[in-house]
C-alpha cells in the first residue's frame, strides 16, 4: 500500500486560479491542467497534484480548487468530501461494477446532487510496529468514492451518502432511510476454533492421492 501518495486515472479539468495565488487574487480565473496524484494525510482533505498547461506541477491542492466547468458554483470543502482521510496510507481502484454509473449524492445540508463515479480511495493501516490510531480498519471506517458532478465540481463520497443508478438492475431505488445500521462485528476465522485440534491429516491424504 502506498504511503502519502497515489497515482489516480488522470483527468482533464481547470483549477481555480485563486488557488496559486494564496486566495489574494485569481478569482473567477480559470486555467488548464492534468490531475494525476492524491496525497492523504490523516484528518485532512484529500490533497490532488496537477500538471498546468503552462508547464506548472502543483502539488497537494484541495479537491475545491478544481471544476471541469468554468462556471461551476463555489461550494464549502464540506459539500465536497464528507469525511477527512482515514490514514496516510490510501489505496486507488476503479470499482469495476460501478464504473460510468450515475448516482444521487446527498450532501450534509441534505442537498440532493447528481454525478457520475470516477474512483474511489480507500486507506488502510500499514505498519503493524505503529499504534493504530484511526479508523482505517474500524467499522465506522468510510471510503471515498470521487465523483464528477452535474454542476461542474467533484465530491468524494462514502457509501451511505450515495443511492446509485442502474435502470438495468436497481428498481426500486431509494427514496427514504431505510435505516440501516453500522455492523460492528469483526469477522475473523481463527479464533472460532479453540475446541478444534489441527493436525496433519490433509497432507497425509493428499500423499496417498499422489501414491495412487
Known amino acids: 500500500m502506498a504511503y502519502l501518495n497515489h497515482n489516480i486515472p488522470p483527468f482533464a479539468t481547470y483549477i481555480r ?11 473567477g480565473e480559470f486555467t488548464e491542467c492534468e490531475v494525476h496524484t ?24 484541495p479537491i475545491t480548487a478544481f471544476c471541469w466547468k468554468e462556471g461551476a458554483p463555489v461550494r464549502p470543502i464540506h459539500h465536497h468530501m464528507y469525511w477527512d482521510c482515514f490514514s496516510h496510507y490510501p489505496d486507488v481502484q476503479v470499482r469495476e461494477r460501478l464504473k460510468f454509473m450515475r448516482a444521487d449524492l446527498l450532501t450534509v445540508d ?49 457509501n451511505n451518502r450515495i443511492v446509485w443508478e442502474d435502470d438495468a438492475f436497481i428498481g426500486d431505488r431509494l427514496k427514504v ?15 472460532k476454533r479453540e475446541h478444534m485440534e489441527t493436525d496433519d491429516s490433509y497432507m497425509t491424504e493428499f500423499m496417498v492421492d499422489k501414491k495412487d
Open 17 to 27: 486560479n485563486e488557488y496559486m495565488y494564496n486566495h489574494e487574487k485569481g478569482h
Open 38 to 61: 492524491i496525497c492523504s494525510m490523516r484528518r485532512r482533505a484529500v490533497l490532488f497534484e496537477a500538471l498546468l498547461d503552462n508547464g506548472v506541477n502543483w502539488t497537494r491542492r
Open 110 to 158: 441534505k442537498e440532493l446532487v447528481r454525478g457520475s463515479y470516477m474512483f474511489t480511495i480507500d486507506w488502510g493501516h500499514e505498519s503493524p510496529a505503529m499504534l493504530d490510531s484511526d479508523y482505517s480498519e474500524d467499522p465506522e471506517h468510510k471510503c471515498a468514492h470521487m465523483f464528477k458532478m452535474d454542476d461542474g465540481n467533484f465530491f468524494a463520497y462514502p
Open 177 to 191: 432511510n431505510p435505516g440501516y445500521k453500522i455492523d460492528q462485528t469483526v469477522y475473523t476465522i481463527e479464533d
